[in-house]
């Protein structure tokens, strides 16, 4: 997994038109890696992002002895309203199926209530007014009141992307001429007041930061640049003072109009690089401009590269942890936005994302890309984001992305479009086509399992997994039901999932229970299972719908636990007994950690020991019962503990390796287990000796204190055997000294270095 997406540089572009097919298809272009890190440092970087490989298989088998994973789902923790723009997808005027009498109703059917138009970088290309492409003057197969019939039909909102990077060369062309300002004021003018569209979301330009100001020639179209490499006269300080004027030429014609401006996903490159020109990164410089002007934030995220860019490429376990990044980058955009824009309510809107930066292969066609789509959408909405806008409804058959054995799944080709365009390409010789036009393929299917999970008005509640690869989400209806979306990411193992509930009592009988399974070509649903406990096949999604129960009374709140028998991996907690006219089934001890919490234990008594702590750290711990309706009780006091210090030394190495040039470098840390017992995760600090600031890192979470730095595991990485290792990476910016760590510590461990 790429902790931080794609740190080099990169873009996604259409091909101009398909050799062989019916639709235009849409790869990403990338600026080379050396036009930002030398060349040893940037082969080094890629080795670093390199991902877990997976196992692939044709086809998924449950194991016989599903393993146990306890759900907590608290109906009473509100962690937003679902809003009518949170299903999103992309639709470009290149594509000719867009039109086709299918579409609204596929739309509608999966929930999107939300298409940004015109597509991508050909936003900085289009010329709206007589649909062309302003370099090509190529007729494009979608106009715009074709877009918005479309939306109508589909019950959806609008967004428009307006040309800033060609924008000024259609206003030359008009009489009078006018600025790209005027021209998208034009449009806004055209679609709200003249035809009544209502577009109520429109953004200035597509990835304008890929316009060659951070190195290479760039691949967003940007007439404001010169001709020469890593111009200085187009970068986020002219993007940010044009983007002044076409919000006051666009607001003077409706001033209703919510305007979005482009900023980069935290951690994602550019964020963090500067140029002679631009000493503060992209988002500050936009946001320090434009302060409290900006309608919403635009960001994009892939969170794979190709193989062709960072090896070995897309892997199935390390697409189906990266939405773990998103909580942070949420939090990173909030921040700014508070600093800058005087709040941090500001709305983030992801306009554009799907599983790999560019060059799509089998992944994107199969059941694991569909699973992703659950994480990715969620992991947004459920931090507070207020649209996730899927790449694409149709794209087209890509021939040249990652095809290997290593990926689940049988397709020979990829595809960006949650629905077929049925075209064609040669591979070793002979043709293959996709299916008939508008087939829905397995992320289409993935999108209308979540328009079925969450419905405008709904709200997200809290729900936490006992297993990391078993992911879960919660959402509570106006009628008063619940549904629970569980996800499997284990490609060989089912789970038995015992559901626990704070707030809601279910009804008693088998839930409605909708499934997506492998190949991932259709939804099933069945009453099966209960309440409390539902099995999970490998790559499998599923929504249970739970209908409000009778009104027993919750068990009792359990005593207060309380410690002994304290070690400096363990303690023993026991506690006074629930009661339940229901009887009681088990408890949840959880480890609270400031407003977060996590299940460290499900005993059946009153009592559990807790192992795999870290020595001389603090951890507070609290109990739950649950009775066997699954009710849950309210919280129990909490108890804080304090390890004791590690009778052991030595039990760590680590192996710290630079590549660094003037003002920037990158690192590879390998961590090795020296001790004799397995680490179930891991926490490293060390302290800069010289001046040196992190700016994003890849298979670990990093943050940074002043010259105090700490890195913790990522969800696949946590577990490391006694003589076994693990690594990961950052890159960073330094002034006056570069200078190595000397001691770093591992889970509170000094380790020997070398």
Same mark, same amino acid.
């Given at each position: 997994m790429i902790t931080s997406g794609a740190s080099t540089a990169r873009a996604r572009t259409r091909a101009r038109s398909a050799p062989e097919g019916r639709g235009a298809t849409r790869a990403r272009r990338w600026a080379p890696a050396a036009a930002l890190v030398p060349a040893a440092a940037a082969l080094a970087a890629a080795a670093a992002l390199a991902a877990p490989a997976a196992t692939a298989q044709a086809a998924v088998t449950p194991n016989s002895t599903p393993s146990a994973v306890t759900v907590n789902v608290d109906a009473g923790q509100s962690l937003g309203t679902v809003p009518a723009t949170a299903i999103g997808t992309n639709g470009s005027v290149y594509d000719a199926d867009l039109t086709d009498a299918a579409v609204p109703g596929l739309l509608k059917n999966a929930g999107v209530g939300l298409v940004r138009f015109p597509g991508g970088t050909e936003s900085d290309e289009y010329n709206w007014k007589n649909n062309t492409d302003v370099i090509s003057g190529v007729a494009q197969a979608v106009n715009f009141d074709q877009y918005a019939a479309m939306l109508s039909q589909a019950g959806a909102q609008g967004m428009i992307t307006v040309n800033y990077g060609t924008g000024d060369a259609v206003g030359a062309s008009q009489s009078p001429v006018e600025t790209g300002a005027q021209v998208a004021a034009d449009w806004v003018r055209y679609a709200n007041v003249t035809h009544h569209y209502g577009i109520k979301y429109w953004e200035i330009g597509n990835e304008i930061y890929g316009n060659g100001t951070y190195g290479g020639t760039g691949w967003e179209p940007d007439r404001h640049c010169s001709s020469s490499s890593s111009p200085t006269n187009c970068g986020p300080a002219v993007y940010a003072q044009n983007v002044k004027a076409y919000i006051s030429a666009m607001k003077a014609v409706d001033p209703g109009i919510v305007i979005g401006v482009v900023l980069t996903a935290p951690g994602n490159w550019p964020d963090g690089v500067t140029n002679s020109a631009s000493p503060q990164p992209w988002n500050q410089t936009v946001l320090s401009a434009l302060g409290n002007q900006i309608g919403f934030a635009d960001v994009h995220w892939y969170p794979q590269n190709p193989s062709t860019i960072t090896p070995p490429g897309p892997t199935d376990a390390g697409l189906l942890g990266a939405s773990a990044q998103i909580p942070t980058m949420v939090s990173g955009l909030r921040s700014l936005l508070s600093q800058y824009s005087g709040s941090a309510n500001v709305p983030i809107m992801i306009t554009e994302t799907n599983s790999v930066s560019s060059n799509p292969g089998k992944q994107t066609l199969s059941v694991v890309n569909a699973l992703y789509l659950e994480q990715d959408y969620l992991g947004w909405l459920r931090s507070g984001v207020s649209s996730v806008d899927w790449w694409q409804i149709h794209n087209g058959i890509v021939t040249t992305g990652d095809n290997g054995s290593s990926l689940y799944g049988t397709a020979t080709y990829g595809d960006y479009g949650v629905l077929s365009d049925a075209s064609c390409a040669t591979i070793n010789g002979a043709q293959v086509c996709e299916p008939a036009a508008d087939t829905p393929f397995p992320a289409y299917y993935g999108m209308k399992l979540l328009g079925q999970f969450i419905h405008p008005g709904d709200?997200?509640?809290?729900?936490?997994?006992?297993?990391?690869?078993?992911? &879960?989400?919660?959402?509570?209806?106006?009628?008063?039901?619940?549904?629970?979306?569980?996800?499997?990411?284990?490609?060989?193992?089912?789970?038995?999932?015992?559901?626990?509930?704070?707030?809601?009592?279910?009804?008693?009988?088998?839930?409605?229970?909708? =499934?997506? !399974?492998?190949?991932?070509?259709?939804?099933?649903?069945?009453?099966?299972?209960?309440? =409390?406990?539902?099995?999970?096949?490998?790559?499998?999604?599923?929504?249970? =719908?739970?209908?409000?129960?009778?009104? !027993?009374?919750?068990?009792?709140?359990?005593?207060?636990?309380?410690?002994?028998?304290? =070690?400096?991996?363990?303690?023993?907690?026991?506690?006074?007994?629930?009661?339940?006219?229901?009887?009681?089934?088990?408890?949840?001890?959880?480890?609270?950690?400031?407003?977060?919490?996590?299940?460290?234990?499900?005993?059946?008594?009153? &009592?559990?020991?807790?192992?795999?702590?870290t020595p001389s750290t603090a951890y507070t711990f609290a109990v739950y019962a649950t009775d066997t309706a699954g009710t849950k009780s309210a919280r129990s006091g909490t108890v804080t503990v304090t390890t004791g210090a590690s009778s052991s030394s030595g039990g760590c190495k680590v192996t710290y390796t630079p590549n660094a040039w003037t003002g920037g470098f990158t690192a590879n840390i390998i961590l090795a287990n020296t001790g004799s017992a397995a680490w179930t995760g891991w926490n490293v600090t060390w302290a800069w000796p010289g001046d040196q600031k992190i700016t994003n890192a890849w298979n670990a979470q990093v943050t940074q204190n002043g010259s105090s730095v700490t890195a913790t595991n990522v969800s696949y990485n946590g577990s490391v055997p006694a003589g076994g290792s693990t690594s990961f990476g950052f890159q960073g910016t330094w002034n006056s000294s570069n200078a190595s760590p000397t001691a770093f510590s591992v889970n509170g461990n000094a380790c020997t270095v070398g």
């Open positions: 709200t997200l509640v809290s729900a936490s997994s006992s297993q990391s690869l078993v992911q &879960s989400y919660a959402v509570k209806a106006a009628d008063g039901s619940l549904r629970v979306m569980l996800v499997n990411d284990d490609p060989a193992n089912s789970y038995q999932v015992l559901l626990g509930y704070s707030g809601f009592s279910p009804a008693s009988g088998a839930p409605s229970v909708s =499934t997506l !399974a492998p190949p991932g070509n259709s939804i099933g649903t069945a009453a099966t299972g209960s309440a =409390t406990s539902q099995v999970i096949a490998p790559y499998t999604a599923s929504v249970v =719908t739970l209908q409000p129960g009778g009104t !027993a009374a919750a068990p009792t709140t359990p005593g207060t636990p309380v410690a002994s028998a304290v =070690t400096s991996t363990s303690v023993n907690l026991s506690w006074t007994a629930s009661t339940s006219s229901l009887g009681i089934a088990g408890y949840q001890v959880v480890s609270v950690n400031g407003g977060t919490q996590s299940v460290v234990a499900s005993p059946s008594t009153n &009592s559990a020991t807790i192992s795999g702590l």
